[in-house]
């Protein structure tokens, strides 16, 4: 098994290096289609930024410039009040705010984690296997996917009830890990793996685990990491609030939307929580990005 | 022999049963069980007194109230699928591109995909809220904070022409869309890590230019990811909570009025499953998986 890994790294690094050849190629091509890309790039991409541009000038801007209209993309005063007394509010609440800050983390960790592990653990027999009922499995869970959930909560919470899950992390953790969203896409790049790879792992006497952890999930690493954006930012900014009720085990996002929306009076500090709740999603973002453009396509075996 | 191949099978097929079981739990849970109460709730009449909620049966009044009775659903219904229509193909070609472009290598490309990226993470849940709660710009994520982006390009009299008007409001979208394939773009850009480096060689090593290779390559290889752009596409401007549709089930829910919510939910899950079915069964017919 070890030294299948270690020629299958070796393959890949070959592989990198084919790459690179070609990347070197490219950049031959004409440069007029290259100076239109950018150009419309730029384009499109300040254009995107506007709303981003607002949202960090409006944090930055004193009560009184929050409100004109039109609005404008920068501060003519900028000022550090709006965080300060963001600040301030925080250290006066009920719960110490540390709490509320360790609750998301702690949340959106789990959730994001078991998300992914169970969402490819699931999609690797239905992409790959051959067993009666897949197909009919999969469906359900397809459906579950259009099934509109607005008019689950109510049937949810009577299932949470039961289970006496209500108002503990329980209720917050475990339906985001059963969304169905993440295993249809692992599944589309599952299918994608050639059938000859896994046998040779089976025939070189890998159990199916072993396969699933050594063989499969590197493959699709790009799969799971877009997948780890999307978990992450659905579960950083769920408040819960219907199957929450103790102060203690709210999340981030209720705490600063209490503190936020006290009012006219409470735009400048309402507008340095947003800022501040952007700020992890975009880390995780830069981070998983950066390596899926490290990981380079696979090729197999052929 | 046989016997002993049999069970071979059977032992794998248990291997393949155990690693949907944990899976499985979780959506009979938080989805078979519930969506079956719906299902209840949408042939009764639902009431909420001190003592719980009472269910009577009231046979298909919901459904007949939802189709024949209101006079908003079937219109809303209608009109969500006709601008679903317009607007999944621009997206999901439009994100196509993007990510084809920002595949490529070039400097800044990181910042690049940050950039297209930006609108999820703001758009997604409370930034969003605590923004437009304050009332400085009602909604920073929709069309309209843009309006000085909308504007009619084209002359007032072409605009009368069905296609005219199908170019009209697809310009003065282009902000919509713009602002909506973040995702789709990041699913393109994953699938795009999938296609081997080496068919790239080969055909450019044949002499294909890079809009044959395009074509011959990347647009068939991605086609299974454009199928999942498609399907997601297609559910997030279903069960986007801005859809007229969803606006309806959402305030009859807020009413307290179950049943007539859960039947507009079953008849809206209907429709939309169809949909979706026959996007697979025709628009993808030959989707291409790399086993092939």
């Not at chain 1, 990198?16 to 031959?28: D, M, P, Q």
């Amino acid at each position: 098994m070890q030294k299948e890994a270690k020629l299958k790294k070796k393959y890949r690094s070959s592989n990198g290096e084919h790459v690179r050849a070609t990347k070197k190629k490219r950049v031959s091509r004409s440069a007029g289609g290259d100076f239109l890309i950018v150009l419309m790039l730029v384009s499109i991409g300040a254009f995107m930024s506007l709303p981003f541009v607002l949202s960090v000038a409006n944090a930055f801007k004193p009560l009184e410039e929050i409100f004109i209209f039109p609005p404008r993309f920068y501060a003519i005063n900028p000022t550090f009040d709006n965080f300060k007394q963001l600040f301030r509010l925080s250290t006066n609440l009920w719960v110490p705010f540390s709490r509320y800050i360790f609750n998301s983390i702690f949340v959106s960790v789990i959730v994001t984690t078991f998300h992914i592990i169970f969402a490819a653990m699931c999609a690797y027999p239905l992409a790959k296997g051959n067993f009666p009922g897949r197909k009919q499995i999969f469906l359900i869970i397809q459906t579950a996917l259009l099934f509109t959930g607005g008019t689950l909560a109510i049937p949810v919470y009577i299932v949470m009830s039961v289970l006496r899950m209500v108002d503990t992390y329980w209720a917050l953790i475990l339906p985001p890990i059963a969304g169905s969203l993440g295993l249809f896409l692992m599944r589309q790049f599952m299918l994608q793996i050639e059938s000859e790879t896994l046998e040779s792992a089976r025939i070189d006497g890998a159990t199916e685990l072993q396969i699933f952890w050594q063989v499969v999930m590197p493959l699709v690493k790009p799969a799971w990491l877009t997948l780890l954006i999307f978990s992450f930012k659905d579960i950083w900014n769920a408040t819960g609030t219907s199957v929450i009720y103790s102060e203690e085990l709210k999340m981030l996002p209720t705490a600063l939307s209490q503190i936020a929306t006290g009012g006219i009076a409470r735009a400048g500090v309402g507008a340095a929580a947003a800022l501040i709740m952007m700020i992890p999603p975009m880390i995780v973002f830069i981070i998983s990005q950066s390596n899926v453009i490290e990981t380079m396509s696979y090729s197999g075996i052929k | 022999m046989k016997i002993k191949k049999l069970t071979l099978t059977q032992k794998s097929n248990m291997v393949g049963y155990g690693f949907i079981s944990i899976w499985l739990i979780g959506i009979i849970f938080f989805f078979v069980i519930p969506v079956f109460h719906t299902l209840i709730y949408s042939f009764s009449q639902v009431t909420v007194s001190k003592t719980g909620m009472k269910t009577a049966w009231v046979g298909l009044q919901n459904f007949n109230k939802a189709l024949f009775v209101d006079p908003n659903f079937v219109r809303n219904l209608t009109n969500s699928i006709v601008s679903m229509i317009g607007q999944v193909p621009v997206l999901v070609l439009f994100s196509m591109f993007i990510a084809v472009v920002l595949n490529q290598k070039f400097r800044g490309r990181g910042a690049a995909r940050v950039l297209f990226f930006l609108p999820v993470i703001i758009a997604s849940g409370i930034s969003i809220q605590i923004l437009s709660a304050n009332g400085m710009s009602t909604d920073v994520s929709g069309k309209e904070t843009m309006f000085m982006f909308k504007a009619s390009i084209f002359p007032e009299e072409m605009s009368t022409s069905s296609v005219m008007m199908y170019l009209q409001t697809l310009v003065n979208q282009i902000f919509n869309i713009c602002w909506k394939s973040g995702i789709q773009i990041l699913l393109f850009l994953s699938g795009l890590q999938t296609i081997p480096q080496s068919y790239y060689e080969v055909s450019s090593l044949e002499g294909a230019t890079a809009w044959e290779e395009f074509w011959k390559i990347t647009f068939p290889l991605l086609s299974p990811f454009s199928l999942l752009c498609v399907v997601y596409t297609i559910i997030d401007s279903f069960t986007d909570s801005a859809n007229p549709v969803m606006t309806l089930i959402k305030t009859a829910f807020d009413g307290f009025d179950y049943g007539f919510s859960s039947a507009m939910s079953w008849i809206y899950f209907i429709v939309i499953l169809i949909v979706i079915l026959l996007v697979q069964k025709i628009v993808f017919r030959n989707v291409i998986y790399m086993e092939d």
